[in-house]
DNA sequence: CCTGATGCGTC
DNA sequence: GTCGGAC
DNA sequence: GTCCGACGACGCATCAGG
């Protein structure tokens, strides 16, 4: 496939702004797209290479990019700075720039969309000393083979930004239509990207095997599953009012939330982003062996650093010094770290995610082994504003941000995304 | 060996 | 993480 | 209500270059 030939799809989504229009872009998309490459294609059109928690990263943003433009056009770094300081969109200047390219382009191989791909990866895996300079050439020479059009999407491609106006719940809705054959089946994909976190596998599973494959999608322990995220309100009442009377407030910790797989004596961690971040927390894997009485498990957690030697809660900040690849044992002393289980997707083999909390909060009760560094979120059910207010003080005193506050009607199932407010953050600052 | 620029991931 | 725009 | 993109503070890693 042509890398033109995709450039001339964003062209077209890039100029509309209804969302219903710009699927019906991406179905078209879609349908011409070798089954072989639709995970790249789809990648590239969210301004990825990889799924997240593969957690290979391009080492690409502005500066390196315009660094590429200069070598690839032979325009003046001054002209170049003031066209980005003039657009703010790299894509752009480099557009421009080729535009008025100084070097002949005649005779040029087209591009396609494979040797845009494996061109970013490259750049990816170069590490090292010269590592820098070699990105830059890698980008640069694939801008020198490039049409204008295809450099700003290339561009946009390296540093994130592709602004289309689309992400990955408007490709969700472009495969349920190709593949599914209507929105009706869009459950189906979204179910499977919930469980996967990969929405290229997704593409690719369906492009092949049709929705029977994108059915068979289950949760396996060791694939991060999509986190399930909250809304906001501002007052205690508002909150009550939007879940039906009724909720369980919990203290929203001041920490780095986790999500935690359990394999006998396997542990992987993976943050909310789902980057794989196992390796920086020892002390927590540990934790989790002793302290989690499940041959399977997923479960959730924030993980919040205290003082060593009071046991206090600490903000944020000082938890950030654990976020290293270096003397993490000497931060383990310095930092180290409590554990609030929240919330139980899995366990030995039973997929809790579709069941209402207070039942997945009673499986969680039943498997966390309570002592000083492990325990469960602190809670209260109650219908009452004024003790949710009440509780709300008590957690800011404790060192909180505040209450997630939560449904716990029959449709309280763990929900991936912010849909359907049944997970309501209560902070300070909204007040 | 140190420092600044750059990129990235957490909230 | 917050905010606001577009549908 | 949902989705998307623009934005900020902070700390760490990597690399280039003095």
Redesign the pocket.
């Known amino acids: 496939m042509l890398f033109s030939e995709l450039v001339e799809f964003y062209e077209k989504i890039e100029a509309i ?4 229009e710009m699927t019906n872009l991406l179905v078209e998309l879609l349908r011409r797209t070798p089954p072989e490459i639709i995970d790249k294609v789809v990648y590239l059109t ?1 301004g990825e290479i990889y799924p ?1 928690f593969i ?1 290979l ?9 315009l660094r590429a433009v200069k070598l690839a056009s032979g325009m003046s770094e001054k002209e170049i700075s003031q066209a980005y300081s003039k657009l ?2 790299v894509g752009l200047v480099g557009e421009k720039m080729l535009m008025k390219r100084t070097q002949a382009t005649l005779f040029m191989e087209q591009l396609t969309v494979e040797d845009v791909y494996s061109a970013l990866e490259k750049i990816a895996r ?9 990105k830059v050439q890698i980008l640069s020479g694939l801008l020198a083979s490039s049409q204008p059009k295809e450099a700003k999407y290339i561009l946009r491609i390296v ?13 969700l809705d472009a495969l349920s239509i190709v593949f599914g054959g209507g929105k009706e089946t869009r459950e189906i994909f979204e179910r499977a990207y919930n469980l996967s976190s990969d929405i290229g596998y997704v593409a690719k599973i369906a492009a092949l095997e049709g929705i029977e494959g994108v059915k068979k999608f289950k949760i396996t322990i060791g694939k991060p599953i999509r986190p399930m ?2 809304e ?1 309100l501002s007052s205690a009442e508002e909150i009550l009012q ?1 879940l039906d009377g009724k909720c369980i407030a919990e203290y929203k910790y ?4 986790m999500q935690i797989h359990k394999k006998n004596n396997d542990v992987w961690i993976f ?5 794989n ?1 196992t390796w920086q927390y020892p002390d927590v894997v540990e934790m989790v062996r002793t302290n989690i009485v499940a041959d399977e498990a997923i479960l959730e957690c924030e993980c919040v650093a205290v003082n060593p030697d009071t046991g206090d809660m600490l903000p ?2 000082e938890l ?2 654990r ?5 993490i044992h000497k931060m383990i002393e310095q930092y180290p770290v409590n554990l609030y289980f929240f919330d139980a997707l899995y366990v030995n083999g039973e997929d809790l995610t579709v069941k209402p909390l207070l039942e997945r909060r009673k499986m969680l009760e039943s498997i966390v082994k309570i002592d000083d560094k492990v325990k469960i979120s602190k809670a209260i059910i109650s219908s009452d504003p004024r003790e949710v207010e009440k509780f709300f003080n008590e957690a800011i005193e404790a060192g909180c ?1 505040g209450l997630v506050v939560k449904s716990i009607g029959p449709e309280s199932i763990y929900r991936a ?5 049944l997970w309501i ?1 209560l ?1 300070r ?2 007040k």
Do not use: C, N
């Open positions: 702004t209804g969302r219903i969210i997240p957690g990263e391009l080492g690409v943003a502005d500066k390196l990019a703010g969109d170069a590490s090292g000393e010269g590592a820098m300079e070699m540093t994130g930004k592709m602004r289309l106006g689309v992400a990955d719940m408007t490709i995220l909250a906001r939007k001041d920490g780095e939330r943050s909310r982003r789902l980057e971040i944020f900040q950030m010094h976020k290293r690849k270096y003397d941000e995304g912010a849909r359907g407010w953050k902070k600052s909204y």
